[in-house]
T-cell receptor, first 117, second 114 residues
Framework: KAGVTQTPRYLIKTRGQQVTLSCSPISGHRSVSWYQQTPGQGLQFLFEYFSETQRNKGNFPGRFSGRQFSNSRSEMNVSTLELGDSALYLC????????????????FGPGTRLLVL | DQQVKQNSPSLSVQEGRISILNCDYTNSMFDYFLWYKKYPAEGPTFLISISSIKDKNEDGRFTVFLNKSAKHLSLHIVPSQPGDSAVYFCAASAHRAGSYQLTFGKGTKLSVIP
């Protein structure tokens, strides 16, 4: 099976712009989670989508939003970019069947590195 | 508040010796724990996991120990190899709103010296 793919891999934007990142999950996986990783920080949870619905949300401002399509592909959008939004954005997918935590291991994509100037 | 803590930002170990990476958590609702390994310019890769009903899980050179009363887990790598040099993230899982949400530590950078 192909792994999780994310596009683009690298992105440079300026303050005030908006950006859209894309994630294609592993085939058959219906849950997609997004994380932000900044230097010195762990992975901070942004939100999770399942069946085109946001199921969980982390503590990020409303400038961060996402959506999921019927084929489970997901996008996240950041509006009015700030310098502090420079980070590695990671997407992870899991089956989403809630059969138990051992069956819901999240598998990560390579990430999109966003630089805001 | 940081619910999952990895207090050692870095660790250096000689090749062939044991690497021990530690992780502490505060939330009693966590019932499943995972370790991920991350190389630069790549996403985290799942390494090993353990359920809260167990105290040990082994997979080849990797063993995870869980001390539930102390809210502490550790990852042992033996013998350590240069290819193990990476950042290791500890993650804890809690069931929330129909899914298993992960909370990550800040990571420990392991350097295995040949």
């Amino acid at each position: 099976k192909a792994g999780v793919t994310q596009t683009p891999r690298y992105l440079i934007k300026t303050r005030g712009q908006q950006v859209t990142l894309s994630c294609s999950p592993i085939s058959g996986h219906r849950s997609v989670s997004w994380y932000q990783q900044t230097p010195g920080q762990g992975l901070q949870f942004l939100f999770e989508y399942f069946s085109e619905t946001q199921r969980n949300k982390g503590n990020f401002p409303g400038r961060f939003s996402g959506r999921q399509f019927s084929n489970s592909r997901s996008e996240m959008n950041v509006s009015t970019l700030e310098l502090g939004d420079s980070a590695l954005y990671l997407c992870a997918s899991s089956p989403g069947l809630a059969g138990g935590p051992s069956q819901e291991t999240q598998y990560f994509g390579p990430g999109t590195r966003l630089l805001v100037l | 508040d940081q619910q999952v803590k990895q207090n050692s930002p870095s660790l250096s170990v000689q090749e062939g010796r044991i690497s021990i990476l530690n992780c502490d958590y505060t939330n009693s609702m966590f019932d499943y724990f995972l370790w991920y390994k991350k190389y630069p310019a790549e996403g985290p890769t799942f390494l090993i996991s353990i359920s809260s009903i167990k105290d040990k899980n082994e997979d080849g050179r990797f063993t995870v120990f869980l001390n539930k009363s102390a809210k502490h887990l550790s990852l042992h790598i033996v013998p350590s190899q240069p290819g193990d040099s990476a950042v290791y993230f500890c993650a804890a899982s809690a069931h929330r709103a129909g899914s298993y949400q992960l909370t990550f530590g800040k990571g420990t950078k392991l350097s295995v010296i040949p």
